[in-house]
């Protein structure tokens, strides 16, 4: 949530909610806030933090660890209609990326907007792919998966 709250203006100025659930009470959120996440970003998360005591929120993501009694980290982007856009669930070992979530978001509003779909590994500014008969099988003639690599 560190990561979230640092770039939470950046969601704010692509019109982005931002929520967070757990299991953890109200007052383990408002300790977590006072004691360690105020030191990091400069006042504190200013988006809601749910607490999901027993899991039904968990449940209905498909996150709740039966088990350990916990919600796992999963990250979802729910469009304005209440569907699910995308989705990331990772294992506690693994933290989410931000800067991924802004580009998925980024490009879903660029598909809404335009009708036009995204490569992989698309970056604003870059090339995008308007659906066409033509399109059908030519997509290397436009787009190259190394376009997108990192490494």
């Known amino acids: 949530m560190t990561a979230v709250a640092a770039k939470y203006n950046i969601l704010k100025s692509l ?14 959120h408002k300790d977590w806030q006072e004691q360690e996440l105020k030191k990091m ?12 005591p027993d899991g039904t929120i968990g449940r209905m993501y ?3 660890d039966e088990e350990d009694k916990v919600n796992i980290r999963g990250r979802f982007i729910i469009d304005p209609d209440g569907v699910v856009r995308a989705m990331e669930v990772l294992t506690p070992p693994v933290g ?11 490009a879903l509003q660029h ?3 335009t ?11 870059k090339v ?11 997509v290397w003639k436009v787009w190259n998966p190394s376009y997108s690599s990192l490494y």
């Open 128 to 138: 995008t792919l308007k659906p066409s008969e033509e399109l059908k099988g030519n």
């Open 62 to 64: 498909n996150v709740y």
């Open 15 to 28: 019109n982005v909610e931002v929520l967070s659930i757990s299991v953890n009470s109200v007052q383990s």
């Open 96 to 106: 989410r990326n931000i800067d991924e979530t802004i580009r998925q978001i980024k």
């Open 111 to 113: 598909n809404k907007k």
């Open 41 to 52: 970003i400069q006042g504190g998360v200013k988006f809601p933090m749910l607490s999901d």
């Open 115 to 125: 009708g036009e779909v995204v490569p992989a590994g698309w970056l604003p500014g």
